[in-house]
Every structure is written in C-alpha cells, then in structure tokens.
C-alpha cells in the first residue's frame, strides 16, 4: 500500500533538505511507513545508525531496519535544535518509539537522539549519522 | 576505517595543543569556513562572530584537556561526544573552571584534513 505523506517528498530521490522541521516531518513518515527498505533510502550506503544499540551501516542496516519496521513501530520526535553549517547539519531531537514485544505487550522506547545530516553533490541532503540515546528502555507497560 | 580512526584522534590531540598555545589564528585552521561554535548554549556562532568569541576566550590563557567518550566515523562525516574540562579566569582574573560534554562533528575536507563543522560543547547533558 502506497504511503499518504504530508510533505514533499519522492521515495525514488529522497531529499531529507536542511529545514529540521521538514528532516523531522519526512523521517517520521517513513519510519512509521514500516518500510525498512524505504527508510534506509534516507541514509548514505556508509551512514551509521546506533537505532539497534550497536553502529550498522550498509547491508546491516538495511537487514536491521526491514526487522525492527516490520512490527510496525510508531516513532513521534520534536527537535530541539538544529545548526546548519554549510553541508553539514547537526539536528536534536526528543524522540519515542511505541512498539509491540514479541509476546504481544506493548513496548516503550524513549529518549534523545543526535543527527548528523550531510547535502550531496547532487544538493540532496540524507542522514550521514544517528545516535539515539535512550533514557528509558522497552519498558513494558 | 582505522586510518581514519587515527587522524582523527591525531587531529584532537593537535587541536588541544593549539588551543592550549592560545594561537586564535591557528585554531582556525581546525574549523570549516562555515563552521557553527556554540560556546553559550542557546547562541550558535558562525563567521566574524565566532573568530571574535575564540580569540577574545583565548586571550585568557584557558587550558583543555579532552577524553573522547564515543566516536561514529563515516568516509567523510565525524561525530564525536567528547568530555572536556577547561580551566580559564572569569572577567575579574578569578579561576574558573568551565566543563561539559560535547558534541562535535567533523567533515574531511578536500585537501583531506579533519575540520569542525559543528562544535557543540554543551550538546549532551549527563
């Protein structure tokens, strides 16, 4: 099923832009799309993720993304303060995950994360790093 | 990956060298053209401004010493969450001691040198 996003965005191109508001709006639709495939497409093929607890990137990531989206996760993030310095952006959030454990029961992940955005020569800008930090861990409710 | 790893940390230690000298000129080198310093939480510095802020916080001799907490390296892009500690005098020539956690990423250039883009000293609380 083809996802309703509510920004300008093109799944074939992505382009995260420099405007965090926007980064923030288009990271949690696809994150909440629950493709993992699709999401790993906001990323260089070096960029580094830390969303499983250890830094991935390339094919372990992408194996790692298409696992924890399949369960349908819902990601809600507000920034908290983004610097742009010419190709480089560097972007905070206070972020919460609501998921499902594997038993059925309802799980929490909550905390901040730093981003680290990087505009191609192609003016596109992806995700270069994520580093969430989470000051409350899959704690069932 | 880990040649990377060691200019980086080459590129601190020269960094924490150059900012102990009190060479304001020469620390510059260390950052982006573009570079973003946010030396007072809340108010990001760029440009005229943020060269104003570090000699006018270098004329007071401060000392820094650094431990690397964490680093993500990609081929280009840098983040590193460092602990930092300096020891500086306050307006009066009273000591102070100033310390955080800081944020900081780094870009490789093209003439391949490691520079700050965004240096956050304050960006993560404990």
Known sequence: MAFDYTVDFDPENPDLTSDAE?????FLQVFNSGDGELFNRLYLDDSISNFSGEPLSGAARLAFFKEFLSSKPTLKAKITFSYVAGDVALMGVDYSIQGTAPDGSPTLLQGVCTDVLRRQKDGRWLMAIDRPVAAKGLVAE | MSQITDDLEKRTELYVETFNSGDAEALEDFYTPEAIAVWEPGKPLTGQARRDYTREFLSR???????L???FVTGDTALLIVDWVIDT?????APERMQG???DVLRL???NVWRYAVDEPYGQED
Do not use: K, L, M
């Open chain 1, 22 to 26: 926007v980064a923030n709006e288009i």
């Open chain 2, 61 to 67: 001799g401060p000392r820094i010493s650094t431990e």
């Open chain 2, 69 to 71: 907490r964490q680093s």
């Open chain 2, 89 to 93: 005098v306050d307006e009066t020539g």
């Open chain 2, 101 to 103: 956690i800081g944020v």
């Open chain 2, 109 to 111: 250039c093209e003439d």
